[in-house]
């Protein structure tokens, strides 16, 4: 991902599936179909999209898998400048919301042992020129899939994280002085805090920071940073 030059050796290395065994697979005949598209028209973003599905179809890669690749190749764009540029772009709800559900996935993988609690996302949907931006996960004694809430925030940024602080003991406030990101955790819940960029909510981000809470729990955190 991280390389200038992709070079023969480095298709050579790829991992790539028993192609003679799934060339008349579901999957292996519809990236076939869309390759054979490709060489006849341009693809649309929808079209390119579908042929990522195909592929990662093939190689049977699960959702947290397929968020590691997508994001990987937009961490890699990072190289140019209008991946940059899209990197520090605000983030909006919509990524959000990608991360959040990433994160619960994670969760929900360990909730599903004993089938009595789940997780509730709450989004604050802050001021697109908020410098932050804040989730909260609150752990429910209900059973059934997480959810994911798009709130309303009770003030601007600096109200809603004087409520978290509150809840927590934390000064939040001052802690963001000298950090860039913040997992706070309070009884039963734990808020995110971080730069309002698009690159610190991404989906892989969601994956990493959920095994950072569960590693948390298991050492009984209160409040990390």
């Known amino acids: 991902m991280w390389v200038w030059r992709l070079k023969l050796k480095d298709i050579v290395a790829l991992p790539a599936p028993a192609l003679r065994e799934h060339v008349e697979s579901k999957a292996g005949r519809r990236v076939a179909e869309l390759a054979s598209a490709l060489e006849r028209q341009p693809l649309d973003a929808d079209d390119w999209s579908e042929l990522d599905d195909a592929v990662f179809d093939l190689y049977e890669l699960d959702d947290a898998d397929r968020i590691v690749v997508r994001d990987g190749l937009f961490r890699a764009s990072w190289q140019w400048n209008a991946g940059r540029e899209g990197s520090v772009a605000p983030a909006g709800v919509d990524d959000l919301r990608h991360y959040a559900e990433a994160f619960l996935g994670t969760m929900d993988a360990w909730l599903s042992a004993s089938n009595r609690r789940r997780m509730r996302a709450e989004i604050y949907d802050l001021a697109s020129d908020a410098p932050h931006r804040v989730i909260r996960f609150v752990l429910e004694d209900r059973p059934g899939p997480s959810v994911v809430n798009v709130v309303a925030p009770d003030g601007p ?47 892989v981000c969601g994956l990493e920071d959920a095994d950072a809470v569960v590693r948390d729990s298991a050492h009984g955190a209160r409040r990390t940073w």
Do not use: M
Request: hydrophobic share 45%; proline share 2%; aromatic share 2%.
């Open 157 to 203: 940024l600096r109200a809603v994280l004087a409520r978290i602080g509150d809840r927590t003991e934390v000064r939040i406030t001052e802690e963001l002085v000298g950090l860039r990101d913040l997992r706070v955790h309070g009884r039963d819940e734990v808020s995110i805090i971080k730069p309002a960029a698009h690159r610190h909510w991404l989906g």
